[in-house]
Protein backbone atom coordinates (compact mmCIF):
# COMPACT_ATOMS: atom_id res chain seq x y z
CA UNK A 1 0.00 0.00 0.00
CA UNK A 2 1.49 3.19 -1.36
CA UNK A 3 0.84 6.19 1.27
CA UNK A 4 -1.67 7.90 -1.15
CA UNK A 5 -3.95 4.80 -0.93
CA UNK A 6 -3.14 4.76 2.92
CA UNK A 7 -4.41 8.62 2.96
CA UNK A 8 -7.29 8.11 0.69
CA UNK A 9 -8.45 5.17 2.95
CA UNK A 10 -7.81 6.75 6.06
CA UNK A 11 -9.53 9.69 4.85
CA UNK A 12 -12.60 7.50 3.71
CA UNK A 13 -12.87 6.37 7.08
CA UNK A 14 -12.58 9.53 8.97
CA UNK A 15 -15.81 10.61 6.35
CA UNK A 16 -17.72 7.67 7.68
CA UNK A 17 -16.51 8.15 11.29
CA UNK A 18 -17.48 12.16 11.00
CA UNK A 19 -21.38 11.20 9.02
CA UNK A 20 -21.79 8.20 11.93
CA UNK A 21 -21.27 10.39 14.54
CA UNK A 22 -23.67 13.06 13.21
CA UNK A 23 -26.26 10.35 12.51
CA UNK A 24 -26.08 8.51 15.69
CA UNK A 25 -26.76 12.27 17.47
CA UNK A 26 -30.32 12.55 15.76
CA UNK A 27 -31.50 8.88 15.89
CA UNK A 28 -29.41 7.11 18.52
CA UNK A 29 -26.61 4.17 18.71
CA UNK A 30 -26.34 1.79 15.45
CA UNK A 31 -24.89 -0.92 14.77
CA UNK A 32 -21.97 -1.61 12.06
CA UNK A 33 -24.34 -3.02 9.90
CA UNK A 34 -27.03 -1.06 10.47
CA UNK A 35 -24.95 2.11 9.27
CA UNK A 36 -23.39 -0.03 6.22
CA UNK A 37 -27.03 -0.61 5.36
CA UNK A 38 -27.34 2.75 5.36
CA UNK A 39 -24.56 4.15 3.62
CA UNK A 40 -25.36 1.87 0.85
CA UNK A 41 -28.41 3.67 0.49
CA UNK A 42 -27.39 5.59 -2.43
CA UNK A 43 -30.55 7.37 -2.48
CA UNK A 44 -29.34 8.66 0.88
CA UNK A 45 -25.35 8.71 0.65
CA UNK A 46 -25.09 8.99 -3.41
CA UNK A 47 -22.93 11.79 -2.57
CA UNK A 48 -20.28 9.45 -1.39
CA UNK A 49 -19.81 7.69 -4.64
CA UNK A 50 -17.05 9.92 -5.97
CA UNK A 51 -14.97 9.21 -3.21
CA UNK A 52 -15.31 5.24 -3.28
CA UNK A 53 -14.90 5.20 -6.55
CA UNK A 54 -11.37 6.82 -5.65
CA UNK A 55 -10.66 4.83 -2.81
CA UNK A 56 -11.07 1.87 -5.15
CA UNK A 57 -9.00 3.34 -8.04
CA UNK A 58 -6.06 3.69 -5.81
CA UNK A 59 -6.30 0.07 -4.59
CA UNK A 60 -6.34 -1.00 -8.17
CA UNK A 61 -2.99 1.73 -8.68
CA UNK A 62 -4.74 3.52 -11.54
CA UNK A 63 -2.28 6.20 -12.70
CA UNK A 64 -4.33 9.14 -12.41
CA UNK A 65 -6.01 8.37 -8.62
CA UNK A 66 -3.63 11.84 -7.69
CA UNK A 67 -4.88 14.15 -10.48
CA UNK A 68 -8.65 12.77 -9.48
CA UNK A 69 -8.12 13.21 -5.77
CA UNK A 70 -6.81 16.59 -6.21
CA UNK A 71 -10.04 17.60 -8.65
CA UNK A 72 -12.17 16.48 -6.16
CA UNK A 73 -10.55 16.90 -2.70
CA UNK A 74 -8.35 20.61 -2.83
CA UNK A 75 -10.06 22.40 -1.63
CA UNK A 76 -13.77 20.31 -2.05
CA UNK A 77 -15.44 21.74 -4.77
CA UNK A 78 -18.90 22.82 -3.25
CA UNK A 79 -20.78 22.69 -6.40
CA UNK A 80 -20.65 19.04 -6.13
CA UNK A 81 -23.23 17.21 -3.69
CA UNK A 82 -19.76 15.28 -2.19
CA UNK A 83 -17.93 18.94 -2.21
CA UNK A 84 -20.76 19.99 0.16
CA UNK A 85 -21.58 17.32 2.58
CA UNK A 86 -17.66 17.29 3.02
CA UNK A 87 -17.44 20.99 3.56
CA UNK A 88 -20.44 20.94 6.29
CA UNK A 89 -18.92 18.03 8.09
CA UNK A 90 -15.79 19.18 8.34
CA UNK A 91 -16.78 22.67 9.59
CA UNK A 92 -18.09 19.99 12.48
CA UNK A 93 -15.44 17.27 12.92
CA UNK A 94 -11.86 18.19 13.63
CA UNK A 95 -10.58 14.79 12.87
CA UNK A 96 -12.02 15.09 9.22
CA UNK A 97 -10.07 18.67 8.72
CA UNK A 98 -6.61 16.61 10.07
CA UNK A 99 -7.29 13.65 7.81
CA UNK A 100 -8.27 15.94 4.53
CA UNK A 101 -4.92 17.46 5.35
CA UNK A 102 -2.61 14.58 5.37
CA UNK A 103 -3.81 13.59 1.88
CA UNK A 104 -3.66 17.24 1.10
CA UNK A 105 0.01 17.07 2.08
CA UNK A 106 0.55 13.73 -0.56
CA UNK A 107 -1.53 15.48 -3.68
Known amino acids: MNDLEAALIAFHKAVLDAERRRFERVHGPMTNTEFFQLVSDKLR ?3 LQPLNDLV ?6 EDDVADRARELL ?3 DT ?3 LG ?3 VSLMQSD ?5 A ?4 AKLL
Open 74 to 76: RPP
Open 79 to 81: STA
Open 84 to 86: RRL
Open 94 to 98: PALVV
Open 56 to 61: LAAEDE
Open 45 to 47: FGW
Open 100 to 103: QGRL
